[in-house]
């Protein structure tokens, strides 16, 4: 192996390449990491001024083929954000929001999402639950839950491990922190 200065070390007199072990060494990601920090990513785009709600669908070969957030109907504009219960049905987000898994599954860029995961940064719904079910998803993998739709949350699960799809709870150890000057390109000379 090369001396650190580049210096024959085998005596054939040539230069040879730094041994990998002198390069710094870099934490790689692992996947349940990866797919749900893509998904914690895409929460941080809704505009819900309460509850921010990312998905990402994997397939088998772990590629991401879908990714949505919480957010109100294409084009539409003066729709209410408001999760007030004092106000009227009509004037409270829950009737028009589509949920990150429904757009996560709209995005789709694959032909199907059979035997795909879905990462949830919240426990779906029963509503996303059949839209899960339906699009063939194998497994879900969840960060947080809601407490207070008890009903909806065990219809979901009721539902899921009826059709015996999985759910895993995501229960990370550590933070992903992003630091944009480590992805700084250092040039090798
Ligand atoms: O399966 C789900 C359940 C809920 N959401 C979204 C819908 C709303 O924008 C928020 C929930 O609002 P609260 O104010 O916390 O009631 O979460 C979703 O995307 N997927
Ligand atoms: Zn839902």
Redesign the pocket.
């Known amino acids: 192996m090369a001396s650190p200065s580049g210096s024959s070390a085998d005596g054939s007199g040539k230069a040879q390449e730094a041994p990998q072990t002198s390069e710094k060494a870099r934490e790689v990601l692992a996947d349940d990491y990866y797919f749900m920090g893509i998904a914690g990513l895409a929460a941080k785009k ?1 505009k ?1 001024p ?2 921010q ?1 990312g998905a990402c669908i994997v397939n088998q070969e772990k590629k991401i083929v879908g990714v949505g ?2 957010g109100m109907p294409r084009d539409s504009k003066n729709l209410p954000w408001s ?1 007030n219960a004092e106000k009227e049905e009509a004037e409270r ?2 009737l028009y ?1 589509c ?3 429904l757009n996560a599954i709209m995005n789709k860029n694959s032909a199907d999402l059979k035997g795909c995961t879905m990462y ?1 940064t ?4 029963n ?2 639950a059949k839209l899960i079910l339906q699009a063939g998803i194998k497994e879900v993998v969840y960060f947080s839950e ?1 407490n ?2 008890p009903a909806s949350t065990a219809a979901s699960k009721k539902m899921l491990e009826d059709a015996a799809v999985p759910l895993r709870k995501f229960e990370p150890k550590e933070a992903i922190v992003i630091d944009f000057s480590k992805l700084q390109h250092h040039s090798a000379k």
Do not use: G, I, Q, W
């Open positions: 809704s819900d309460m509850t709600v957030y919480n999760r987000k829950y929001v949920h990150a898994e949830v919240l426990f779906p719904c509503e996303c809601k207070d739709t």
